[in-house]
């Protein structure tokens, strides 16, 4: 059973959201993935928002551009929590996915990354599930103390070569 939905307003957003899959997947999480448009399809989107807790989900990620209302709906209507990722446009370089994710109104929480951070995205939904599961939490320990390990030997390697021998 999915612990994680991700969605995404396009088809255009898979490159940027499959980074939240594959850390989720490198954690061990189960998720599901679709494309759903809270604008062109809004029945559809509704039934997926309501339904997603009975079927298991504990934290929806949501990316979109433009206007970016997917993450919000979502937001209004499953009960826990959203994760918003805002997408890069071509008009305003994804600020304004960025604004129109983060200036939620009261009441609606929405959690949101950079523009384009699919990556944190996943990793702030495992960090969220963590909460509750030792294993998990375990591993993004783990996954912490690689990425330190990797600056240090590329410390260590500039120190030894040089700037301008650095490749």
Do not use: W
């Not at 061990?28 to 997603?52: L, N, V």
């Not at 009261?106 to 702030?124: C, F």
């Amino acid at each position: 059973m999915a612990k994680v939905g991700i969605i995404m307003g396009s088809d255009s957003d898979l490159d940027i959201m499959s980074k939240a899959a594959d850390i989720l997947e490198k954690l061990g999480i189960d998720y599901e993935m679709t494309i759903i448009s809270a604008h062109r399809m809004p029945d559809i989107f509704y039934d997926y928002a309501k339904s997603a807790e009975s079927k298991g989900m504990k934290v929806i990620i949501a990316g979109a551009g433009g206007a970016a209302h997917l993450p919000g709906m979502a937001a209004a209507i499953f009960p826990m929590p959203v994760v918003g990722v805002p997408i890069h446009t071509k008009s305003l370089g994804g600020v304004d996915s960025l604004y129109s994710i983060v200036q939620m109104p009261g009441g609606i929480p929405v959690a949101t990354v950079a523009i384009n951070g699919g990556l944190n995205a996943g990793l702030l939904a495992a960090k969220i599930l963590a909460t509750s599961d030792e294993a998990l939490l375990e591993k993004l320990k783990d996954y912490s103390a690689k990425m330190k390990d990797k600056v240090v030997e590329k410390a260590e390697k500039l120190e030894e070569v040089g700037y301008k021998n650095y490749k």
